[in-house]
Nanobody, 120 residues
């Protein structure tokens, strides 16, 4: 099972980006999918998460500016980033709780990270 993230880049403050992440491999089901980020000198933090039923959760710092969504048919999760600020600069990682075919338990999987840089 692999998670492949894409969509990062350089954007000016106030701009927008859309991150995508798709899971592939021998997948039976995916529970929670989410996005984390790690800024310079900071610890990795949860940005947003979404359940298979579509319930969402956001960090206070991004509420109203970032929107998480998913496409269960494509095993994909997206993060729309609007009104970006320099403090949003970070490597963004997607995460998914995946149950593989033939497995009884779920495991956490991580994408490779995609860099978002917001210039002032």
């Amino acid at each position: 099972v692999q998670l492949q993230a894409s969509g990062g880049g350089l954007v000016q403050a106030g701009g927008s980006l859309r991150l995508s992440c798709a899971a592939s491999g021998s997948i039976f089901s995916i529970n929670v999918m989410g996005w984390y980020r790690q800024g310079p000198g900071a610890q990795r933090e949860l940005v947003a998460s979404i359940t298979s039923a579509g319930s969402t959760n956001y960090a206070d710092s991004v509420k109203g500016r970032l929107t998480i969504s998913r496409d269960n048919a494509k095993n994909a999760v997206y993060l729309q980033l609007n009104s970006l600020k320099p403090e949003d600069t970070a490597v963004y990682y997607c995460n998914a709780e995946i149950r593989r075919n033939g497995a009884r338990l779920t495991h956490d999987y991580w994408g490779q990270g995609t860099l978002v840089t917001v210039s002032s």
